[in-house]
């Protein structure tokens, strides 16, 4: 007889290049640990972001703009990415990189506005009504057809819900009936019931009447604690309300549909069932904008909804884009970079470039030698960080072709003969430049 395992089904989880980030690693007072939250270093930074989280909390920041500075491979991304994690998911993070405003399709204005109003939340503070409970009675009250025949019509139905604290009786009317026909809704089943609109959601059997089977295709949830509830609904953020009136095609919003939303967006504050949350709009690499798009942010940053701005560069004094001969720190005109806030990042260290690769290895869930993480410190000290922990998985492969499970320390130099850093091919090209196409 063969028998075969049969694989799990259940989906492996990608590892990206900073799933490992947690946050800021702050203490209770705001000052940096050594190595907490995925982030090792760097403390300065972390320091300075953690002042800029209580801003944006507080709404002490609407309207300002952040600049991370530092050469590549120094944690710029990475503590963009943990600003979003301790803001968590209240308040909207909108990433791009600064590429992304050259588009064939649409004006790079047009893609800088989207991603600002992207970056901007309309939290609803309106709230419904709702009737939750588990079902003890499930009745519908026939009448006398009033168009006249044999046939009966069903005029409303009486339901009982039982909660923690008691039972209630609801008469409904009968095209809520139909409602808990399309539900399946039986005697014990825990459903809720939209007030305004009707609206029937059977969200589960009741958990007393679970059995001691270990397989069910019936879920079990406990019983609510009162009939009547309010549910608050969802939030969006500005640019979704516009997708409801645009088609899928990537084109450009105009400035009449932008006034209607901002006409609809100003009523709902007025009536004081809304508010703005202004987020997090994160620009990577800002030094590819042109200067076109810089002009284009002074007004964006001016405007009374502004979000947060959070720009990362990893150049120095360069040329800005779209001039030939304008040279400034950065690539960045000197008359936005006095607007901002910059927070300068280092290059690690040694022994923390060790601290960092060991967490990456534990992310990805690999067993390595002291002698190999000691070596990996050093190739990432004389090329890049990111190259060295770049050679993680394919060391893994190869102890798994040679039947170990522990990364050694050889495995890491046969990797790192066949694969080669920047440096290193760098100068191979410059030695053997004349057997080279030009």
Known sequence: MKIEEVKSTVRTQRIAAHSHVKGLGLDADGTPLPIAAGLVGQKTAREAAGIVVDLIKTKKMAGRALLLAGPPGTGKTAIALAIAQELGNKVPFCPMVG?????????????????????????????????????????????????????????????????????KQLKLDPSIFEALQKEKVEIGDVIYIEANSGAVKRQGRSDTFATEFDLETEEYVPLPKDVANARPQGGQDVL?????????????????????????????????????????????EIHMLDLETFTYLHKSLESPIAPIVIFATNRGRCVIRGTTDVIAPHGVPLDLLDRLLIIRTMPYSSNEMEQIIKLRAQTEGLQ?????FTRLSEIGSTSTLRYAVQLLTPANQMCKVNGRTQITKENIDDVHALFLDAKRSSKHLSEKNNKFML
Do not use: C
């Open 99 to 167: 590429s992304e405003v050259f588009s064939s399709e649409i004006k790079k204005t047009e893609v800088l506005m989207e991603n600002f109003r992207r970056s901007i939340g309309l939290r609803i503070r309106e709230t419904k009504e709702v009737y939750e409970g588990e079902v003890t009675e499930l009745t519908p009250v026939e009448t006398e057809n009033p168009v006249g025949g044999y046939g009966k019509t069903i005029s409303n139905v009486i339901i009982g819900l039982k909660t923690a604290k008691g039972t």
């Open 368 to 372: 390595i030698e002291e002698s190999a």
């Open 240 to 284: 979704s309300m516009m997708g409801q009136l645009m088609k899928p095609k990537k084109t450009e919003i105009t400035d009449k549909l932008r006034m209607e939303i901002n006409k609809v967006v100003n009523k709902y504050i007025d009536q004081g069932i809304a508010e703005l949350v202004p987020g997090v709009l994160f620009i990577d």
